[in-house]
């Protein structure tokens, strides 16, 4: 497939995992490596060849409006979740008048990658005549700061499904192209993306590919540590 021309950037979670670091900051504009994580995701989306990022704000939404506003590229829009969160699958579904109808990335602006690009990985792994969405995993012991019990089992077809163990070996590390419309029938308000998987995974249109390298959990204080890390290890290499 050619590139997904746009992207979804999922940046309007409160953060209450950080603690007192997001009391007076939104969690997009924490940074590690001297730039701010909205910032890191954004690059990636670029890097994917979108010209276009949603992103969804509400916490400190006005000072992540204003740190991005002389943003070139992507070109950015906003999606106001202003007056209620509406999680991962209901903030998708909110705007997907912005997202159109042809494949789109999505992806978690509090995740970090080193590696292979995360993005070009994804693109080049699309099937359009197989996939409704395709995650983009990671070997558990690749993630770091990482400290759950893990999220997929995938098979040899590359079709994920759900842990049935105490653990499992893959992680989601928040990047996927997914088709817009599979949200278009979610219920209103706010839901978790995990429904959509779900029903994806049931009519086997759910696929997921490995990233190359390492992925960084930055969803605590010692997760952005981390993070800080990791990319000064990759920029020493």
Known sequence: MSRPSRAMVMAAGRGT?????????????????????????LDRVEEGGAELAVVNVHHFADRLEAHLAARERPRIAFSDEREALLETGGGVKKALPMLGEAPAYVVNS???????????ALAQGWDEARMDALLLLVPRENARAYTRPG??????????????GPT??????????????????????????NLIWDRLMAGGRLFAVIHAGEWVDVGTPEGLAEAERALAEEAST
């Open 151 to 164: 999220d997929f089992e995938v098979d040899s077809d590359g079709k994920p499904s759900r842990r049935t």
């Open 17 to 41: 995992r950080m603690g007192a670091l997001t009391e007076t900051t939104p969690k997009p504009l924490l940074k590690a490596g001297g730039k701010a994580l909205i910032d890191h995701a």
């Open 110 to 120: 509090d995740a970090v990658w080193t590696g292979a690009a995360p993005l070009p």
């Open 168 to 193: 499992a070996p893959f992680v989601y590390t928040g990047a996927q192209i997914i088709r817009p419309g599979a949200f278009a029938d979610g219920p209103d308000g706010a839901f978790s993306t």
